[in-house]
């Protein structure tokens, strides 16, 4: 079982189902089309929430979507899950719900989403759409496994772990470890010399023994994170979403969670939806 805290793990669950019952009745009317629905990083079907004194458990998204039969249904519901347990778990629970197409694997988010564009720009796939929701808890989705969607009928769902994820791993000084830098390059797609001119600021001081450079975080770092990954995604979708921020109990950002899309009703429908959860 996954086992998170936090309101945020109600709050996208929310969203995506949402979107998720919008997208749906829309296609009803489009009976041409073969509705995909993408789950990168599926978990085991439930989440325990840990709460200051008891914890709960409640039901993934994959459960969600798999429940959801009116107006239509996915034609083909397929999971992703890294961790083998979960996966064999998730296919279990959601067998009991419905078994015509779907699909759970246990592999790396990275490599099928490599896989669904090759298999939308193939014959086979051309009639069909999809919604996908990548629900990553850290920086696991590369660069290149989103650059890869671009000009395909995707809406996409992302998590994008600014807070718990890029700003922990900016350090006050730029005293990173190579693999960390290497680990933001395949995040972002760009290269460590650009990073580095993001997030950090030199300035010199004049001390005893004459001048020097020191470097320290931007103190609007947090901003850019979130700034250039959304404008990166402007690269591969024609619209991005508002971003839905989600906070811990300290109100520290998490996450943002965007819509990523081609269409501008699609990115009009997740805006009301967002608005609605933020009010
Ligand atoms: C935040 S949880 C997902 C929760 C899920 N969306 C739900 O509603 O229950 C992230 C999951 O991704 C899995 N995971 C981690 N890295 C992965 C990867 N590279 N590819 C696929 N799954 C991965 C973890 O085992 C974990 O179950």
């Not at 809406?155 to 470890?177: A, C, E, K, Q």
């Not at 950002?253 to 009009?268: C, D, G, R």
Request: charged share 30%; hydrophobic share 40%; with cysteine.
């Amino acid at each position: 079982m996954n086992s998170f805290g936090g309101n945020w793990t109600y709050q996208k669950i929310k969203i995506i189902e949402n979107y998720a019952k919008a997208y749906l009745e829309i296609m009803k009317g489009r009976p041409y089309w073969k509705l995909l629905y993408f789950d990168g990083f599926a978990g085991s079907g439930e989440i325990r929430i840990d709460g200051a004194i008891d914890s709960k458990v409640i039901e993934g998204a994959a459960k969600k979507i798999v429940a959801l039969k009116e107006p239509k249904m996915f034609d083909i519901c397929y999971f992703v899950e890294l961790d083998k347990s979960k996966a064999k778990n998730l296919q279990d629970s959601l067998y009991q719900i419905r078994k015509a197409g779907i699909f759970v694997v246990e592999d790396d988010c990275n490599r099928k989403l490599h896989d669904m564009a090759e298999f939308l720009k193939s014959e086979k796939g051309k009639n069909h759409k999809v919604l996908a929701f990548i629900d990553p808890c850290g920086m696991e989705v590369n660069w290149e496994s989103l650059a890869c969607l671009k000009g395909l009928p995707v809406d996409m769902w992302l998590l994008i772990p600014t807070g718990i994820g890029v700003n922990r791993l900016l350090r006050r000084d730029n005293h990173i470890s190579e693999a960390w830098w290497q680990k933001l390059e395949r995040f972002y797609g760009l290269s460590k010399e650009l990073l580095n001119d993001t997030f950090y600021k030199t300035e010199t001081i004049l001390t005893l023994f004459g001048e020097e450079d020191i470097v320290f975080k931007d103190p609007k770092a947090l901003k850019s994170i979130e700034k250039i990954y959304i404008d990166r995604l402007n690269e591969i979708f024609k619209y991005v979403s508002k971003p839905y921020v989600l906070k811990n109990k300290n109100q520290s950002v998490m996450f943002h969670f965007v819509l990523t899309s081609n269409s501008e009703v699609a990115i009009k429908i997740a805006n009301d939806i967002i608005k609605k959860m933020a009010s």
